[in-house]
């Protein structure tokens, strides 16, 4: 028989201060909102640029909002709603986990529509900028989903060197698949995505990184879920696919549509992607 490994068993909780413990998911979301806050600043700023270093730090808190607020409800209304009909007040318990990307995804877009239109700044510009840096947080936190032992993978065959056994999931080992689904969401995702946005010709496609990060992240994560247990409150839907896979299909459409569109539409030129009426004054 091949040795199996089996799941370490990490402490949930990264830091502890006295009677305070930050855990290793909501230390992911920081790091990952801070390292895309300053990636995001040196993109904003790069020919043709489209926002100031002080317009993205005032959108950090609006992103910030978008991913807690959209990935939680987006979980609700998703996963599992007849739960949350029945139970409205466990909606605001965030701490016991239930976070969907593709709610988090909405919420970010709703913010990022709604601070451009504010701040009267470029909305596909602004978006693809910030589209490069998210992979960032979503590696970090397929690797936190990874030191909870949950979202684990299917059974995986026995000749696999690297099939662990999740103690949450029984004896049979498993395909570690948030460790798939950080290299597939997160590393090779943020490689394309930041090789793109170094050509200034890219770059002024107004909308193609967006499309880009999601039609990637869509291709990205339907082959994650070949490997990924569904929840069991869900299980297999229509066709054999997951909810993951499901929600996945809108958002491959949506980044095509956008890649089109970018290329269909006249470049932008420096003075005119920094705001939705012109050249700022």
Known sequence: MLPVLVFPGFDPVAIRLGPFAIRWYALAYIVGLFLGWRLTRRLAAKPPAVASESEVDDFLTWATLGVIIGGRLGYVLFYQPSYYLSHPLAIFAVWRGGMSFHGGALGVIAAITLFALRRRIDLLGFADRIAVSVPIGLGLGRIANFINGELFGRPAPAW???????????????????????????????????????SRRLRARRGFLSGCFLSGYAVARFVGELFR?????????????????????????????????????????????????????
Request: hydrophobic share 50%; glycine share 10%.
């Open 160 to 198: 696999l060197p690297w099939a662990m056994i999740f103690p949450q999931a029984g004896p049979e080992p498993r395909h570690p698949s948030q460790l798939y689904e950080a290299l597939l969401e997160g590393v090779l995702l943020f490689v394309l995505l930041y090789a793109l946005a170094q």
């Open 229 to 281: 247990e569904p929840d069991p409150f869900l299980g297999y839907l229509w066709a054999g696919a997951t909810m993951g896979q499901l929600l996945s299909l809108p958002m491959l459409a949506g980044g095509i549509a956008l890649i089109v569109i970018a290329f269909r539409r006249s470049p932008a030129q420096d003075g005119t992607v920094g705001s939705l009426h012109g050249p700022r004054q």
